[in-house]
């Protein structure tokens, strides 16, 4: 690619010193700090003996202690717990201290592989602990005071950190009054099983979340610290140009290229940055960027093919239009921080935690964030589509919600040529005020209006009389074209009457962005859906159900005989099926919710 060749063969001047840096960068940031290593080595291991005794009553004592108390998460619990043992501890036992203890601090220290705190769990004052003791810090009269603490605080780690893991760190409910989606809380017996399980080891093996989704998140995850820790983040500065396509140049192509290898795009790969690359660009993009004179002799980099095809991948795993032309919010979207993509993936790590899809038979997932249904059997897709769903907040700018919920249900039945009856809110801020300002504005919608039960001559009607909140009036559209609804919905119980539907608006699938509804869910392929539903309900088929729409049949349900379930749930990062990380917009602000949450989680709290 011609920019990286100009920009490394400027700062090492030819290939053979660029593969010697190459090796030794690439090499380097990964070699042991070897004095550090040689100073472990170096300390001295004291080994102490423990007389239970002395350390149930140092137990008893802390278990009693104010200053203790205000420390742990699960005091009265733990008080209890203790109290029907005769305070004989379950860790710091003579004959399996410290291997015990570590084993389970070495999963308490690794918790932010998770997206967790170490610190909501004692890790880091539990690892302090733990050096002191073994390296003879403690005198002898503080000993066993200092494995009581180790006892409590392991035990209070390892309840908080099993329950986070097993259930979430956070109730989605108490952050979010539009989620209502099944929560998984264990019962007492799950809380109180890392306290009487034998083997605790293979316990916190066992409930690591295994999924493939979440696994393959954690790696991901894992792959952004590593950039934050190793790499600088470059930013984009502000285009010269409107937008910059191919043949274009621009004096920003060279932090572009930067940022596109950081996260794979430039090379094709989901993420993760090869080897040693990125620091020599990085090394060569700083001294460019510092030697003005060359600046302005080189001139601005071309934007070529190679170029326009990675910002193509990153535009597909951001949701944007895929055209590889680098404009204005490509470049926004781009210039976020490396500490909002750590904050979306761990956010929705955290939702994989809440709940877990069937493993087995059909069910229907809707991802309001990338307007994407998925069918699955047997936990694989059948069918996808896209969808529209409930206007943001934002967009309607106004105190009317739009936002379509997250619920679940089962769907039972879909309507062929369904008739619409105009929601209230729709009636009184859009129908309304059309029927007023046009005359003909019902009449070439097809609505009837009813008062009460009894149907109207709208061409009757005052409009000036009535005002949009107090007017007697309902609407209903006929079923036929130009029907919000299309010709077909289907229908699933639930408390907030969401369906998923036809429209007539296909426009709207050509945009990116495709919060456009009132909250129900427009789908593209209506009768590819419908295939999939109703598969097993004899006597119906896609052929026989668009013959009966086309004959004008109205408001014809078809019962399904097999119940399948629908997830209308919330992700902005996960990988998809090709093991590419994925992330799109949050356009319900839902993760910043969860951030939030996060970041303000008392220790205790």
Request: charge should be positive; proline fraction near 5%; glycine fraction near 6%.
């Amino acid at each position: 690619m011609v920019v990286l060749r100009r920009l490394l063969q400027y700062t090492f001047g030819s290939v053979v010193p660029l593969l010697i840096a190459s090796q030794s960068l690439g090499g380097c940031q990964f070699l042991p700090n070897t004095e550090e290593t040689a100073q472990a080595a170096q300390t001295p291991v004291v080994v102490r003996s423990i007389d239970e005794d002395a350390l149930s009553r140092e137990l008893a004592h802390l278990l009693a202690a104010p200053a203790m108390m205000s420390v742990l998460v699960y005091d009265d619990t733990l008080r209890q717990q203790y109290r029907a043992r005769a305070h004989a501890p379950r860790w710091v036992r003579a004959e399996s201290f410290p291997s015990r203890v570590i084993g389970i601090l070495r999963f308490l220290l690794r918790a932010d592989e998770h997206g967790l705190d170490p610190g909501w769990y004692h890790a880091d004052e539990l690892q302090t602990l733990v050096d002191r003791v073994m390296t003879g810090a403690s005198g002898d009269g503080d000993h066993h005071e200092l494995l009581a603490r180790i006892e409590l605080l392991l035990s209070d780690g390892l309840l908080r950190y099993s329950t986070h893991l097993r259930d979430g760190v956070v109730d989605p409910r108490a952050v979010d009054g539009a989620y209502h989606l099944p929560v998984r809380r264990g019962g007492l017996r799950e809380f109180f099983e890392p306290l009487s399980t034998i083997d605790i080891i293979s316990y916190l093996r066992n409930i690591q979340p295994a999924t493939p989704r979440y696994r393959q998140l954690q790696r991901a995850y894992a792959g952004f610290l590593d950039i934050k820790r190793l790499y600088r983040w470059p930013r984009i500065p502000r285009l010269t140009v409107d937008k910059l396509e191919v043949g274009a140049a621009s004096p920003a192509v060279p932090a572009l290229a930067q940022r596109l290898m950081l996260t794979g795009e430039l090379f094709g790969a989901a993420q993760a940055p090869l080897r040693g690359s990125v620091q020599l660009v990085d090394l060569a993009l700083r001294a460019y960027e510092l030697d003005s004179t060359r600046l302005e002799s080189l001139g601005a980099f071309p934007y070529d093919s190679t170029l326009a095809n990675a910002v193509k991948r990153y535009q597909s795993r951001h949701g944007l239009l895929v055209d590889g032309v680098v404009g204005v919010r490509t470049v926004a979207r781009m210039n976020r921080g490396i500490d909002a993509y750590v904050d979306q993936i761990r956010a929705n790590l955290e939702r994989f935690r809440w709940l877990r899809y069937p493993e087995r038979g059909r069910f229907v997932v809707v991802n309001v964030p990338e307007f994407w249904l998925y069918a699955y059997r047997d936990g694989k897709v059948e069918a996808d589509m896209s969808v529209c769903v409930g206007q943001s907040r934002t967009k309607t700018g106004s105190m009317v919600n739009h936002e379509t919920p997250l619920i679940t249900g089962e769907f039972t039945h879909c309507v062929l040529n369904p008739f619409w009856h105009v929601p209230w809110s729709i009636a009184t801020r859009e129908i309304y005020h059309s029927a007023k300002k046009d005359s003909n504005y019902l009449k070439r919608g097809r609505y009837k209006v009813y008062v009460r039960d009894s149907l109207v001559d709208a061409r009757s009607i005052n409009w000036a009389e009535h005002s949009p909140n107090s007017m007697p009036f309902k609407f209903r559209q006929e079923p036929g074209a130009g029907n919000a609804l299309g010709a077909i919905k289907f229908m699933f119980r639930n408390d907030f009457s969401i369906y998923l539907h036809d429209t007539p608006q296909q426009w709207a699938f050509r945009r990116a962005s495709r919060d456009v509804s009132h909250g129900c869910v427009r789908i593209q392929e209506p009768m590819d859906f419908a295939r999939f539903l109703l598969d097993g309900t004899p006597d119906w088929t896609v052929e026989r159900l668009q013959q009966t729409i086309y004959s004008g049949a109205r408001s014809k349900p078809i019962l399904l005989t097999e119940k399948t379930p629908v997830f209308i749930d919330y992700y902005t990062a996960w990988v998809d099926s090709s093991g590419v990380l994925q992330f799109r917009d949050d356009v319900y602000r839902k993760d910043a919710l969860l951030t939030r949450a996060f970041k303000t989680l008392h220790p205790r709290g």
